[in-house]
């Protein structure tokens, strides 16, 4: 390659000549304070990168922990992670989308290229190493307010009323997928989904319990019920949400572990579970410990939940009886591949989506919204975003 040729290559990624905006944005400036609503600057996206009209956000428990102080991030930073809108400028080399395109966005991009990406792992791909700091590969941000510069959670930052990504962080879904339906099929959807189909491989004839019953854990449930499991068992505290997973599929619900454990033993004649899938609001030792107990022999915990919770059992809970515990996160899904996946399923009337989502907020209701969720009034909370304002 010519001298003149890599000059013109770093100019055409240095390009970004469109106008930038201001979108309203709920943002968090630091740990523990409440998310506030405020206008910020958005710049052109640069290369690579496009502009998307958020239509809606789901309101996801790991904003919460990041909120919360639970959780490290780089603040101030713009919320949400789990969103849907429709594309509205690209920068110069975009080729995955284009202006009108309705996407779902992915909290872990795909670039396609990467050692994980190119080996069917797009839940791993390396560009995600930022999530934590929201700033663009190149180390500058897109959120901007009188000089301080604004992270997006997972480089998205889909509490907004427009957002800059990548275009290694969307996916294109069909024009008449509805807003709110695409926004947790990009993060709650198939991170339970895919952690009892793919990291759990359920299989016909298992028996697999779900610890936590939330918008993750109801689609452990209908993931496990897909994949043909013959006892899909749920432990909640939560009356509601026990009842909503029996609607999702599960054939057991259970308040404590201690219930579902007994009725696991006789159910089982003794054999225990195949499968334990923490899907839990915030992780915690006794629900690890209660995990792993209920599996038996070569049976599986897959983790997917974020906490405090520390792995502190003797070996031998292990070893006797060559249980396995498997660490998960988006699921093990490849966004590009199961996102349509999931969005097609949801078509066909086989995948429930809609009645996931228990209410509906504005922006301004964001700080309620979450309270609602740790209260256990909802499934999943969905923000709405106006852009009449």
Known sequence: MSNTTSTLDAEARD???????????????????PWEVTELDLDAPHFGEVRVRVHAAGLCHSDDHIQKGDAPMRMPVVGGHEGCGIVDEVGAGVTRVKVGDRVVFSFIPACGKCRYCSTGRQNLCDEGKNASTGEFPDGTFRF???GVDFGGLC??????????????????????LPFEVGAIIGCGVP?????????????????VVVFGSGGVGSNAVQGAAMAG???????DPVAF???????????????TAEEAAEFVVAATWGELADHAIITVGSLHDKVIHDAISIVGKTGQVTITAVGNGWIDENPGMLIGYQRRIQGGIYGGCSPL????RLVSLYQSGKLKVEELI????????????YQDMLDGKNIRGVVLIDHDN
């Not at 930052?157 to 294109?172: A, L, M, P």
């Open 15 to 33: 390009a970004h000549d469109g106008v930038g905006i201001k979108t309203l944005a709920a943002v968090c400036r630091a740990p523990r304070t």
């Open 144 to 146: 901007h307010q009188d």
């Open 155 to 176: 480089v998205l930052g889909t509490f907004s009323q427009y957002t800059v990504v990548s275009e290694h962080s969307v996916v294109k879904v069909p024009d008449d």
């Open 191 to 207: 991170t339970g989904w895919g952690s009892a189909v793919h990291l759990a491989q359920v299989k016909p004839g298992d028996t």
């Open 229 to 235: 499991a013959e006892r899909v068992v749920v432990v």
């Open 241 to 255: 949400k026990r009842e909503k997973a029996r609607e999702l599929g599960a054939t057991h619900t259970f308040e």
């Open 337 to 340: 591949v199961d996102i349509p």
């Open 358 to 369: 228990t209410r509906t907020y504005t922006l301004e209701q964001v700080n309620e919204g």
